[in-house]
């Protein structure tokens, strides 16, 4: 399934971010019955200092190379933070190009060996939140984190992992937000077709979150979870790329509750069968579950 933004989308951007836009938040009277949420595109257009024509054309995909001085002056109606703002201007910079044929995502050798030795919650994730390799305790954090699994089809998808995070609707957009900046124009990604079409399909709350055209930085954070085990374990999230890859590495504040919780976690991961984390031979391709 193609998403339907992909063949304008400056357009189906600029749309969907003036529709959460409120007039009070524009500085706005909102005097009247409205017919469409947030901002008309004349108000847009005036705000901006253009006219509703040519804003129009904009929206419509008519005119797909305006300005820097209109792209910054539209991030100012449209209340865009810094990454929302770098990533408009993507989309008027970008140009057509020839599809191309992406490699197979590859957990190094020496990935593994880390995993192996490290003494948190680690595994490794592709650029469509595929898990690709992951250590023992990790899916005794996590058991959705066995290699082969997608966190986004987990996330909207599976209730237990739903349950597992103690801010769901949270978890939710910042994850689309993520995968939205990380596909940037590579929309005709076979994987990114695949994920967005599945989802769109089989939930609601994805559909509506997809159609808002977030775009977030996932780089790390904290976060508080509720481990079906241990009980609720507050850790911090630290997100390190490794050539075309992406190490995720979750840790508690020393000495803390959550520290000795995770401290249980790993004794039972010890007692774990063997081979329970690995994730096939080092350095090969992982495709993703079906």
Do not use: C
Request: proline share 9%; net charge neutral; glycine share 8%.
């Amino acid at each position: 399934m193609k998403d339907p933004g992909t063949d304008n989308r400056l357009g189906a951007y600029l749309r969907a971010r003036r529709e959460l836009v409120s007039p009070e938040q524009a500085g706005i009277p909102s005097g009247g019955t409205r017919r469409v949420p947030g901002l008309r595109r004349e108000e847009v257009a005036l705000l901006a200092g253009i006219s509703p024509d040519y804003y129009l054309r904009l929206e419509r995909g008519r005119d797909r190379n305006p300005s820097p001085q209109v792209l910054e002056s539209l991030a100012r109606v449209l209340q865009l933070d810094d990454v929302e703002r770098t990533y408009l201007l993507g989309l008027a910079a970008a140009r057509p190009r020839a599809p191309r044929r992406r490699r197979p995502e590859r957990v190094p050798a020496r990935v593994h060996q880390l995993l192996a030795h490290l003494p948190l919650p680690a595994f490794v994730e592709g650029r469509s939140f595929d898990v690709l390799a992951a250590n023992p305790l990790a899916l005794a954090f996590s058991p959705r984190l066995v290699p082969g699994n997608n966190r986004l089809r987990s996330l909207f998808l599976d209730p237990e992992e739903q349950a597992f995070h103690q801010d769901w609707a949270k978890a939710a957009e910042d994850f689309i937000g993520a995968l939205r900046t990380t596909i940037g124009d590579d929309t005709d990604d076979p994987r990114f077709v695949e994920l967005v079409g599945e989802l769109a399909l089989a939930s609601p709350r994805f559909r509506t979150l997809w159609a808002r055209h977030d775009v977030r930085r996932l780089d790390g954070g904290t976060t508080t979870v509720h481990h079906p085990v241990v009980g609720e374990l507050a850790v911090h999230r630290d997100k390190l790329p490794i050539e075309d890859v992406i190490l995720v590495v979750y840790y508690p504040d020393k000495g803390s509750g959550s520290d000795e919780k995770l401290r249980m976690l790993a004794a039972l991961a010890d007692g774990a069968p063997a081979g329970a984390g690995e994730s096939g031979p080092a350095d090969t391709p992982h495709p993703p579950a079906r």
